[in-house]
């Protein structure tokens, strides 16, 4: 019984992974949001969507996700991109819209932080925005 569970732990890890190729080089980066639409104000238990716009600086990156963090009622936004490492990669700058959706679970005040890069110091600047959730 052993030896049988030894030679399906070897054949496992012998042909499980492959190291010869590990596909495209590449890696996540954030890319600051330009505009929002966003309601004036939630409904609790209602669905909002959110529209966010940024500027996909050239054909080698690609959308990735939503960065998204809650912190009691504060949430922080930021668009993550794949970009490919590539040597043909061209300037594009293209708006590009993406949004996700939002759902209030308690009545009082959202603060939306929509990551818009870093200053000339290094800093996060954010466009902040408070929405009142109603019943």
Known sequence: MIRKFLFCLITVALFSCSVDDAGPASHQELLPIESVVIPD????GISYQI????V?????HSFYNIYYLKNFNERTVAVISTVYQNENCTTIDA????????V?????????K????EDQN???TYLEMEIPAVE
């Open 56 to 60: 996909k600086p050239t054909n080698c």
């Open 95 to 102: 708006q590009t819209d993406v949004s996700f959706n939002f």
């Open 114 to 117: 929509f990551w818009q890069g």
């Open 104 to 112: 209030a679970t308690q009545t009082g005040s959202y603060i939306f």
């Open 41 to 44: 104000e939630f409904q609790v």
């Open 122 to 124: 290094g800093e996060d």
């Open 51 to 54: 529209d966010l716009t940024y």
